[in-house]
Nanobody, 123 residues
């Protein structure tokens, strides 16, 4: 079983940047596609970005294109989410998730989830 731990969430001003990290407990992590989802207060959880096990395929939601970038370092069992030009509407709890099925944007494609890290963007 893969355990995931997110870190890097913080309070930041609009226009600022943050980098979130997702650390996995298992070396088999490198066989998993990884995604970031987020959930804002009063809203359903939504897809943000995803990366294939090899790192060669990535997907991003339209709302974060040209602002968010996902990358992975399999040697460190870590996936990163670089967030630039942050907006107040990016405020949410961010979750990373791991799955062995085809990389995608659906929650059901991911088997393991972290506890989340809070990102707050002030205007």
């Amino acid at each position: 079983q893969v355990q995931l731990a997110e870190s890097g969430g913080s309070l930041v001003q609009a226009g600022g940047s943050l980098r979130l990290s997702c650390l996995a407990s298992e070396r088999t992590f490198r066989n998993y596609a990884i995604a970031w989802f987020r959930q804002a207060p009063g809203k359903e959880r939504e897809f943000v970005v995803a990366i294939s096990w090899s790192g060669t395929i990535t997907y991003r939601a339209d709302s974060v294109k040209r602002r968010f970038t996902i990358s992975r370092d399999n040697a460190k069992n870590t996936v990163y989410l670089q967030m630039n030009s942050l907006k107040p509407e990016d405020t949410a709890v961010y979750y990373c998730a791991a799955g062995r099925s085809k990389t995608g944007s659906l929650e059901r494609q991911y088997d393991y989830w972290g506890q989340g890290t809070q990102v707050t963007v002030s205007s």
